[in-house]
């Protein structure tokens, strides 16, 4: 059986000794605009989304990088670790006074994803693809990291 102690007023659940200066809404909407903010770092990982699959020869790995040349993507594999970091660049409009913006959610600057793969690698034979915005890793296991059929000796 539960008691109730003190009975609040819904109204008052928000105010603070400062008054309503710092109101659960306005935390609120502080912590929202953290997460739309352009140059927010957790929105930047999040935009270069990417997906990892093994086969038995080789792990696959794609990334979406919508606007990203080429020659401003880095890989690298040291350790197992997978590191993928790149610039996406914007050419920035002029201010322009008959235009307003209600939204601006295109992401341009630096990112960097990494991902640590389970099994020893062959680095040498990896191969990577850049094509419609998608890049397309392919990084072969080492002969040690491949399964192997054992016979039995009967």
Do not use: C, W
């Amino acid at each position: 059986m539960s008691k109730i102690l003190a009975k609040r007023n819904p109204s008052s659940v928000a105010q603070t000794p400062f008054g309503s200066f710092f109101s659960r809404t306005m935390f609120d909407n502080m912590f929202d605009q953290f997460l739309n903010e352009n140059d927010n770092p957790l929105k930047a990982a999040m935009d270069a989304a990417m997906d990892v699959a093994e086969t038995e020869q080789a792990f696959e790995v794609k990334m979406d990088l919508p606007g990203v040349e080429t020659e401003n993507v880095d890989i690298q594999i040291d350790n197992n670790t997978l590191t993928v970091r790149g610039q996406r660049s914007e050419e920035k409009e002029e201010k322009d006074d008959k235009k307003q913006y209600h939204r601006v959610e295109r992401y341009s600057g630096s990112f960097s994803r990494s991902i640590v793969l389970p099994y020893a690698l062959n680095e040498n034979e990896t191969a990577a693809e850049f094509k419609n915005g998608v890049l397309r890793i392919v990084i072969p296991k080492s002969e040690d990291a491949k399964p192997r059929k054992i016979k039995i000796k009967g």
